[in-house]
């Protein structure tokens, strides 16, 4: 004997015209011989009933035109795009111009021993300098947070704040949360 969800299974293909006939008549005769079952059968035909006599609503006239203008348009993104690849293109491919370009024109000077030595010598003042000052901007904000460490604790409470409102903020406009499973296709 078949399980009540198997029954169910074929209610369900019965009410959209998908049952065969054989499956039918087995259907019958299980709902004549298990009460709950017919009760589920008349709430399933008198709810399908509803559903048919509920006359279908016909979208506003202007649906389509409305949502095809909140769409967004592809010749601005597509040129928005091509912009933004030609400043990639450029920034990566200008600074190779200008070394050749370089190299061409002050190649005979750079290989100078002397000119070669004062620019390496110059290039490590100039790391040994930059090295100085980040040394001492974190010696100087080592020591500030542990004179004051409260900072830590208001540096928590206002990171805690924009999460939580970025989190608001995301709900009052709708927008899904970004995981990295998520894929995106527009």
């Known amino acids: 004997m078949m399980e009540h969800e198997e029954y169910t299974l074929m209610m369900m293909d019965a009410l959209d015209g998908e049952l065969a006939a054989e499956q039918r008549q087995l259907l019958e005769s299980h709902l004549r011989a298990c009460p709950p079952c017919e009760r589920e059968w008349q709430a399933l035909t008198a709810i ?9 609503l016909a979208p506003a006239a202007d649906f389509a035109q409305r949502t095809l203008a909140r769409l967004p348009n592809r010749r601005y993104r597509a040129w928005l795009i091509g912009a933004i690849y030609a400043v990639l293109l450029f920034s990566g491919v200008l600074p190779l111009l200008f070394g050749t370009w370089a190299v061409r024109r002050y190649g005979a000077v750079i290989n100078e021993p002397g000119v070669l030595r ?3 010598q110059s290039l490590a003042h100039t790391l040994e300098v930059i090295g100085t000052v980040v ?4 010696g ?3 020591q500030f947070i542990s004179e004051n460490p409260i900072i830590f604790g208001w540096l928590f409470v206002m990171v805690g704040f924009v999460v939580v409102w970025s989190g608001v903020y995301r709900q009052l406009l709708g927008i899904p949360n970004l995981s990295p499973a998520r894929s995106v296709s527009r």
């Open 135 to 138: 040394s001492a901007l974190f």
């Open 140 to 142: 100087a904000m080592g």
């Open 118 to 120: 004062s620019l390496l």
């Open 48 to 56: 399908d009933a509803l559903f048919r006599q509920t006359p279908m």
